[in-house]
């Protein structure tokens, strides 16, 4: 019989798998404007994409996971009154899906407001509506496989859907951003991913697209990136997962009352990451879309 932990570890090999279009393959966090500015010059390539892996995954966790964790929360709330309120009329379900609907647009909106460049914006909104599309139609059950789910399960499932449907039309229509990191806590909580794991599947996520990005570039080989990804960037995602497995932001202090570890205030660490991220569209030429 599987337990919990390994129902988690299964989702975390789905959402891991590099052939989900994801549309992270188009951008590099701004690696290559790096790389075109010099700053990778003065090192060996595995040194130099080592050290912008640290500088960039210690900033973006710390500005990313209080959104992922909040997202993620508020949808695990959300899914845990609806399930109590089944049996109440419909009326009050409808108003609670406008209530974490608004819920999940603040968090958005003040992540875009957050967000310093355009670059890391537009490639952030790109990501985060892939994930919904995502969700949609590569982890949603068609009917044709509903013998194989409870109906407790499929009742979850039916919700999670009509959430992430209602959302994704809000980004549709311009009424919110649809961020990454947002999308990725929302996302995680439908498939029943424990926060933990969310987040640290998310930096994990991140660090990996570096490699990939510096594989594109030439910088590093398919091999040296692997080796790279193995024995330095392993430690990295461990440590700023345990160092911002608690950070949240502060929309949500109803749902994290009770977490007497909670810090609030997500930050942006890396004043030059972001400088030379915003003058990716200033490059002679260009690999990635951001």
């Not at 790279?228 to 995602?237: E, G, K, N, S, T």
Request: with cysteine; charged share 20%.
């Amino acid at each position: 019989m599987y337990d919990d932990s390994e129902a988690d570890t299964y989702i975390m090999l789905l959402l891991s798998d590099s052939n989900l279009p994801t549309g992270s393959f188009v951008a590099s966090s701004g690696l290559e404007s790096y790389v075109k500015h010099g700053f990778a010059s003065s090192s060996s390539a595995d040194v130099a994409t080592v050290n912008f892996v640290r500088d960039s995954l210690g900033s973006y966790s710390q500005s990313a996971i209080p959104f992922v964790s909040d997202a993620h929360l508020a949808v695990v709330k959300f899914s845990e009154v609806m399930e109590s309120d089944a049996d109440k009329e419909m009326v009050a379900g409808e108003e609670r899906y406008e209530a974490i609907l608004e819920t999940l647009t603040e968090l958005d909106a003040l992540y875009h407001v957050m967000t310093l460049n355009h670059v890391a914006r537009r490639a952030s909104m790109s990501q985060g509506v892939a994930l919904l599309t995502l969700y949609s139609k590569g982890f949603s059950r068609p009917p044709s496989m509903s013998a194989f789910s409870s109906t407790e399960s499929q009742d979850h499932e039916t919700r999670m859907h009509k959430l992430l449907d209602l959302f994704k039309l809000r980004v549709r229509r311009e009424e919110t951003f649809g961020h990454l990191p947002v999308c990725w806590g929302i996302l995680t909580a439908a498939l029943g991913l424990t926060l933990e794991r969310a987040q640290y599947l998310h930096l994990f996520l991140h660090a990996r697209s570096l490699l990939s990005a510096s594989v594109r570039l030439n910088d590093l080989g398919p091999y040296g990136a692997q080796q790279v990804l193995l024995h330095a960037v392993r430690p990295l995602v461990a440590a700023e997962a345990t160092r911002c497995r608690q950070l949240r932001t502060e929309l949500l202090r109803g749902v994290n009352e009770g977490s007497e570890d909670a810090a609030f205030g997500p930050a942006n660490t890396w004043p030059l990451g972001e400088i030379l991220a915003g003058r990716h569209d200033l490059q002679h030429s260009r690999i990635f879309n951001s």
